[in-house]
């Protein structure tokens, strides 16, 4: 060292200029030359492995491999960095090899993981992902291996090329070196994911968040996105409580962001609304988590004509009050996030929904509360100018919310104006829709609006039913509810007819199931349509027929069609069956004295 | 693993995908000789890569030899498009392909002419002669009935980021929804065309204020993504009824696959965390890869579709027609991005539109 003298100073100096302009100045590269610090840096790290080279002679040998070792990393990363991947490879392996017999040592063992870490990247990028993941897994097992048996904060590779009074606190090295192993588990995380290992992957990303937030390593807007959107992984699952927990989370980490003030201190317009629109984002997660726990537990609650089972509610009452005592063991340790004091705020904020399945319409309500106001929330900033797609996902969603409700509401009538809302919010959207370039979402408008209906109009036969005689008020609303779904499933299936209007020979798949249900629907519902007046009955079960036979004709000619409408089919070949005669008895009536 | 999420449907027709392989620059074929050549077009629709130890061979809607012209690569690939343009329907038309592969070539023509009447000029300018041809055409057949709009623009997406090509002074524009006319570039410059040449202006114009890039590996390639929008607008006086039509054609150039950077087109390749930046800002796009993989339950995934999908989405997702045109050098040192190419190509293939119909199949059936 006393040998190189003011030399080692120079050295250290064009380390220091080549890792700035790498990591600072090539952010401002021109477009046009969008390497050229990288390119420059790199000239600089050849300067200095001579250098090295140079001083060989008369040095440790140990101390000048590790120095080597850092060198070939920072031209391994460079040359990956610009796009010359065989070089960096070459660069990357040389430098494992320098430090392999050291790799546990304090002053190695960070510059080895992430000597790795770019080894797994580098792979990547051939698509070799099996070679990446090996990189990986080993570099994890060294952190693990070297926490296990040594654990003090080593040296970053930087500090190899630094005078002594510029060396790392304990702190800042045991900070960089844990960043250095949170990066190998969130690239495992991507290598398990396109290994389609997706529950490990899962798990990689959620400890991946877990480290951010103990080593205050995020953004918190960034950080509450990434936590909503694990909670939708979690949804997926069925895994509420997990799900709620990340969502909680993430409500808590975003309220920071508004604390802190942002890296430039120049919030503009388009910050704010970013922002603003982030929040929206995490709302609609919310919402999210809100519908699929009413329509799970609608799931475990239905009888086999979708309507609420008392004796099965009572018996997951029953079950529910058991577990309960063993609720807070049940508890996963391993999601929780954050020290005592998010923790704290997490906690605070589960309280406010429930994670556990709603089994009367009182819990049912609460939560379906909680999902509307986060509506309403998200669609301060999903508004329909602007925004088509996003807002009216999220009025479908409000009404979703509402057609669970419904499904534990016990009175008829109160539950048929919880679908007149339904009603009341999706049809001025769909009259302003331009299908020709929201066809999709025009469809499901339609769709749903028929559905809606016809749910309704089932309710006013069931009101009806109670009644001795069905008054011509009834009649009439049961009527027009009838028409208005027929009304929307025609819709539906016109918009599948190409520019010619004509009806496919062939369905296409994806609309098959919709397109046969509509079918049906209509039959049924002419089949409902309730007249005096024979002649316009006989016309009715006429275009019942009709459409009953188009289901049964279009199954004989295309055999795989059937899997998708098997029990709808089985009722159209029924009603195939009887209509026919049904109407001759009719027509006999009209015409007694033919 | 495309950035189109939704393609036509009325007709169910999946993406056209036509494959054309450029000749090798001059005098490299010659030293080479066949064995330098990485592939070998079987027949007007399948290809065969040398590949070892198996060859592979793909078959596409239309492959295209290194002799095919300019001329019978536009009948082939666009024809159709603009022609269903004049009938309402949307178009798009994208090329595809590793820089030097031919895409601008293709798309443009020799890049040294800025004419138009060039006998190697490409599809977009083939297009918009054939375009206005069709257009003259419909308004001598209905006189004064019939009038007609054609409007465009010229935008880049480069790093998520878009910019009006037609006016260079634009900052970051952004992307929004209307309820009528669908998605729009707020703010982008709408210039009206009345023929071809000027079309063609506009497009030459545009094209060179593109950011391209030049890389020790790379003498020049484009990092960005150029979308060149024409909007045909027809207006009909039938007696008191007036009917008015409109429809986009998209002209696409994506930025040069080796670079391609968009979520959906990486493949394997793991999204490298910054080494100054602090955050993970990628961790994001792993997740919701995560829960895409769901298994079709209600949820909301906070990452938007990247910026060129969002904004054809639209033209994708309803009655559109869309072709890609993947291009392909058949250099044997090309080997690994061919293979990528093809790859790319074969599963836009595959992709439909998903028009799911939320439909719910419980309780109805009574």
């Given at each position: 060292m006393a040998a190189a003298g003011g030399g080692w100073a120079a050295v250290c100096e064009k380390f220091r200029t080549a890792r700035t302009l790498s990591a600072v100045e090539s952010r401002n590269d021109p477009e046009t030359e969008p390497y050229r610090s990288k390119y420059s840096a790199r000239a600089l790290l050849q300067e200095v492995k001579q250098l090295l080279s140079a001083a060989e002679e008369g040095g440790e040998a140990r101390l000048l491999a590790v120095r080597r070792a850092v060198l070939e990393y920072e031209l391994g990363v460079n040359h990956t960095d610009t796009e010359e991947l065989s070089a960096g490879e070459e660069h990357l392996q040389r430098c494992t090899q320098l430090l392999e017999p050291h790799r546990l040592s304090p002053d190695c063992v960070s510059l080895y993981i992430q000597a790795q870490n770019n080894l797994g990247i580098l792979?990547?990028?051939?698509?070799?992902?099996?070679?990446?993941?090996?990189?990986?897994?080993?570099?994890?097992?060294?952190?693990?291996?070297?926490?296990?048996?040594?654990?003090?904060?080593?040296?970053?590779?930087?500090?190899?090329?630094?005078?002594?009074?510029?060396?790392?606190?304990?702190?800042?090295?045991?900070?960089?070196?844990?960043?250095?192993?949170?990066?190998?588990?969130?690239?495992?995380?991507?290598?398990?994911?396109?290994?389609?290992?997706?529950?490990?992957?899962?798990?990689?990303?959620?400890?991946?968040?877990?480290?951010?937030?103990?080593?205050?390593?995020?953004?918190?807007?960034?950080?509450?996105?990434?936590?909503?959107?694990?909670?939708?992984?979690?949804?997926?699952?069925?895994?509420?409580?997990?799900?709620?927990?990340?969502?909680?989370?993430?409500?808590v980490i975003f309220s920071q962001a508004g604390q802190v003030p942002s890296a430039e201190d120049n919030e503009t317009e388009q910050d704010q609304q970013d922002l603003q629109q982030r929040k929206a984002e995490i709302a609609r997660c919310w919402i999210k988590y809100c519908l699929n726990l009413l329509q799970s537990a609608r799931k475990l609650l239905e009888d086999n004509v979708g309507e609420l089972d008392p004796d099965r509610q009572l018996e997951l009452k029953t079950q529910r009050k058991k577990e309960e005592d063993e609720k807070e063991k049940g508890r996963k340790k391993a999601v929780l996030f954050g020290t005592s004091d998010i923790c704290d705020s997490v906690l605070a904020m589960e309280e406010k929904v429930s994670s556990v399945y709603p089994l009367d319409f009182q819990e049912a309500r609460e939560i379906f509360l909680v999902g509307q106001n986060y509506v309403q929330e998200a669609k301060e900033f999903f508004q329909v100018d602007g925004y088509v797609t996003d807002h009216i996902e999220i009025v479908q969603d409000h009404s979703a919310l509402f057609k669970v409700l419904a499904f534990f509401e016990e009175d008829y009538e109160r539950r048929c104006k919880m679908h007149k809302r339904r009603v009341d919010m999706l049809e001025p959207i769909y009259a302003d829709l331009n299908p020709q370039y929201y066809l999709l979402i025009s469809r499901q408008l339609q769709f749903e609006l028929a559905d809606t209906y016809y749910e309704m109009m089932d309710l006013k036969v069931a009101i009806g039913n109670r009644l001795e005689e069905l008054d011509s008020h009834t009649i009439k609303k049961i009527n027009s509810l009838a028409q208005l779904a027929i009304k929307y499933y025609e819709l539906f299936l016109d918009s599948l007819r190409n520019p010619d209007k004509v009806f496919p020979e062939q369905l296409e798949e994806d609309v098959l199931r919709p397109a046969m249900v509509a079918k049906f629907h209509i039959a049924r519902l002419y089949g409902k349509l309730i007249t005096s007046d024979s002649k316009k009955q006989l016309e009715n079960m006429q275009t019942s027929l009709e459409y009953y036979t188009f289901l049964v004709d279009y199954c004989e000619k295309y055999p795989d069609a059937v899997r998708a409408v098997e029990t709808e089919l089985e009722l159209s070949k029924e009603m195939v069956g009887l209509l026919p005669t049904r109407m001759e008895r009719l027509r006999a009536k009209l015409c007694p004295f033919i | 693993a495309l950035p189109l999420l939704n393609s036509p449907s009325i007709e169910g027709d999946a993406i056209k995908v036509y494959v054309r392989v450029r000749p090798p620059s001059e005098g490299t074929a010659l030293t080479d000789g066949d064995q330098g050549l990485c592939l070998s077009v079987l027949s007007s629709n399948t290809i065969r890569l040398h590949s070892k130890p198996e060859p592979k061979i793909f078959t596409f809607d239309y492959v295209a030899n290194m002799e095919t012209t300019q001329e019978s690569v536009f009948s082939s690939v666009a024809k159709n498009i603009v022609e269903s343009c004049m009938n309402g329907y949307n178009g798009t038309i994208f090329a595809y392909g590793q820089t030097g592969s031919g895409k601008t070539f293709t798309m443009m023509g020799p890049s040294d002419s800025d004419n138009f009447t060039h006998s190697l000029r490409g599809v977009i300018p083939r297009s918009f002669e054939y375009l206005f041809f069709l257009i003259e055409r419909e308004k001598e057949k209905a006189g004064s009935a019939k009038s007609f709009l054609c409007k465009c623009s010229f935008i880049e997406i480069y790093n998520e980021q878009i910019f009006d090509l037609l006016d260079s002074a634009s900052a970051g524009l952004f992307l929004r929804e209307h309820i009528k006319k669908g998605v729009f570039v707020d703010g982008a410059v709408e210039q009206v065309l009345s023929s071809a040449a000027e079309a063609y202006q506009v497009l030459t114009m545009g094209w060179r204020n593109r950011r391209v890039a030049s890389t020790s590996m790379n003498r020049e390639s484009s990092r960005s993504h150029a979308v060149f929008t024409i909007t045909v607008e027809s207006m009909e006086k039938n007696n008191e009824i007036v009917n008015i039509r409109s429809s986009l054609l998209n002209l696409v150039d994506l930025a040069g696959s080796e670079r391609q950077k968009d979520t959906h087109t990486e493949g394997l390749r793991l999204k490298e965390a910054g080494n100054i930046n602090r955050s993970l800002s990628c961790l994001g796009q792993v997740i919701t890869a995560l829960v895409d993989v769901g298994n079709g339950k209600q949820r909301h995934i906070c990452y938007r579709d990247s910026k060129l999908t969002f904004l054809l989405r639209d033209s994708l997702g309803g009655n559109a027609k869309t072709c890609i045109i993947a291009n392909v050098h058949p250099g044997s040192r090309c080997f690994g991005e061919t293979l990528s190419t093809l790859n790319f190509a074969q599963r836009a293939k595959l992709i439909k539109n998903k028009a799911v119909v939320n439909e719910d199949t419980q309780g109805n059936v009574s």
């Open positions: 792979w990547s990028e051939r698509d070799e992902i099996k070679t990446a993941q090996t990189y990986l897994e080993s570099a994890e097992a060294l952190y693990n291996q070297y926490m296990k048996e040594d654990g003090n904060p080593p040296i970053d590779p930087s500090e190899h090329f630094m005078a002594e009074e510029e060396k790392l606190t304990d702190q800042e090295r045991s900070k960089r070196f844990e960043k250095a192993y949170t990066h190998t588990l969130y690239y495992l995380a991507q290598v398990y994911q396109h290994l389609e290992m997706i529950e490990k992957a899962a798990q990689y990303c959620h400890t991946t968040l877990k480290r951010q937030l103990e080593y205050c390593g995020y953004y918190p807007v960034e950080w509450a996105l990434n936590a909503a959107t694990l909670s939708q992984y979690y949804l997926s699952k069925q895994c509420f409580m997990e799900s709620r927990h990340c969502l909680a989370a993430a409500s | -």
